[in-house]
């Protein structure tokens, strides 16, 4: 007999499903990926959740095509945080799937903090955005005809997919829950807070901690994804939370930074922060520490938008030409669309560009494209290092292991920029995807011994006796560490200087965090 010895991460991100196997010395034997399509207009931002499940089944049948069954050991799947829809008794969508960006619960979101402020402000968030989960579960829950299914139920994005891999309803996990209004300290929904809101009880889901054993494989998924039928299913983590388990950020103290098509940065704390103005909230980790950080609305997705031609290759170019030219003059704000999430909460903000000082215009596009180009690589790494001051504000412990992850740390001219900017080394992993730390996450379970629930999924009572520290000594490898130069710092951090107090003069960046900010790019 053969002992699993491999395990399988999928991924749910906003443009396609990944999925990748990975063994016990995280090396990966195979990867698949599949698009997924969506749905914008204004605010509104929609997918398909038929297409999740296509999507995912095709990735990981394309992951496994050279692994053998009887090495696979588990799965575990990650999805975008605060993506939810309605879902009926057969598991079926009843309303459209809301995406993790969907801006069109305003009202609802003013009423969930009015009728819970005290219970988010107690969770250290202090009050729900708009895109977040409980506000879009109260708006799709003004559809009567969906609200009124029998079964009706409220799914996350990786729920959907789990139910289609068990067959049966599968509890969800308390990092996808936490912004649908999961009180994670308490470990229970705040059913005062729900009834008040007009949520019924039936339509929340149980929720378990993630590492859980969900069930088992059923036949029908086994032939569509390549899974062997009675492969362990294991309770996730949102997409931010599993890039921070891929890259072994699990000690209090270390923060890792995922760039993508929007930046993500969390730490690792001991307690609970808080923070009143909800630009922070933190998930629980598998071994019960708070992961503390936030998810911003910029990132990669500013620079394609500024030059669609990235969108099809031709970074290197660009990034041999911003390494050339050196810091910018010009100081961007790569906000691509309006509203910022964090580091600071800001609905109304957009993205800008300051022209180099002494430009007779105040606000313009720069006449250079290169010099433009590096004024948005080092305009993220600016939202990158807000984003650890205000951290450090709210006494998080950020002196650990800082990581790069994501699509953007393949870049060595933006890791090594960013690296100047924070001021400290960064380490890149081999591997580094959601898709991994799924993996990771599943192998978790074997490696603290446990080899998976009973076919009865969520009633096993197996929590996973997860040992993530030992998962990550053993799969964890770095590639590549980022050491600070000093030669452009300081004319980076004088544009630093320079953007925090125009996010602070027009209103966006509190004064506090402002204060603090200006005073560590001093230090």
């Not at 760039?259 to 001991?270: D, E, I, R, W």
Request: net charge neutral; with cysteine.
């Amino acid at each position: 007999m053969t002992s699993p010895d491999v395990w399988v991460g999928i991924d749910l991100g906003t443009t396609g499903a990944r999925a990748l196997a990975a063994d016990r010395e995280g090396r990966v034997l195979g990867r698949g990926a599949a698009p997924l399509t969506s749905h914008r207009d204004g605010v509104r931002h929609t997918q398909s959740p038929g297409e999740w499940w296509t999507a995912a089944a095709t990735a990981c049948r394309e992951a496994l095509r050279t692994v053998r069954p009887a090495r696979i050991g588990g799965v575990a799947v990650d999805a975008t945080s605060g993506t939810v829809l309605l879902t009926g008794a057969d598991g079926q969508a009843l309303t459209p799937a809301l995406m993790y960006d969907d801006g069109r619960a305003e009202a609802e979101a003013a009423e969930v903090n009015s009728r819970g402020g005290e219970v988010w402000r107690r969770l250290g968030y202090g009050r729900m955005q708009r895109s977040w989960g409980l506000p879009k579960l109260c708006r799709l829950l003004r559809d009567r005809d969906a609200a009124r299914a029998t079964g009706a139920r409220l799914t996350h994005q990786n729920d959907y997919v789990n139910r289609r891999l068990t067959g049966h309803p599968t509890p969800a996990d308390s990092s996808h829950a936490l912004k649908s209004g999961f009180d994670p300290a308490e470990g229970d929904w705040p059913w005062q807070v729900l009834d008040a809101l007009g949520v019924p009880p039936g339509v929340l889901p149980p929720v378990v901690a993630p590492g859980t054993a969900l069930g088992r494989v059923c036949d029908a998924a086994a032939e569509q994804t390549g899974l062997p039928p009675g492969t362990r299913v294991t309770a996730g983590m949102t997409d931010g939370c599993a890039a921070q388990l891929a890259v072994g950020a699990s000690e209090i103290g270390d923060v890792n930074s995922v760039l993508g098509t929007t930046l993500v940065v969390k730490g690792v704390s001991a307690r609970l922060p808080e923070d009143p103005t909800g630009a922070v909230y933190a998930h629980r980790s598998p071994t019960g520490l708070w992961l503390p950080g936030g998810a911003s609305s910029a990132g990669g997705r500013a620079l394609e938008a500024a030059f669609p031609a990235l969108s099809s290759g031709g970074h290197a170019d660009f990034d041999a030409a911003a390494q050339r030219h050196g810091p910018a003059g010009a100081v961007a704000y790569p906000l691509p669309g309006t509203g910022e999430r964090f580091p600071f909460a800001a609905p109304a903000a957009h993205g800008f560009l300051l022209a180099q000082p002494g430009s007779r215009t105040d606000e313009t596009a720069p006449a250079d494209e290169t010099e433009h180009y590096r004024a948005l690589l080092e305009g993220v790494a600016f939202v990158e290092r807000l984003a650890l001051d205000r951290l450090d504000l709210l006494g998080v412990p950020i002196d650990g292991r800082l990581t790069f992850s994501g699509g953007g740390s393949g870049s060595r001219v933006w890791n090594a920029l960013r690296a100047d900017v924070l001021g400290r080394p960064a380490y890149v992993r081999e591997q580094h995807g959601s898709a991994f730390g799924m993996a990771l996450l599943a192998a978790s379970a074997g490696f603290g011994g446990s080899t998976g629930g009973a076919d009865g999924g969520a009633d096993s009572g197996d929590t996973g006796a997860v040992d993530v520290a030992g998962a990550s000594r053993a799969m964890v490898r770095t590639r590549e560490v980022f050491t600070p130069r000093d030669r452009h710092r300081e004319a980076m951090l004088a544009s630093y200087r320079r953007l925090v107090r125009e996010l602070a003069g027009r209103g966006w960046l509190p004064s506090e965090l402002a204060e603090h900010a200006l005073r560590r790019s001093l230090t």
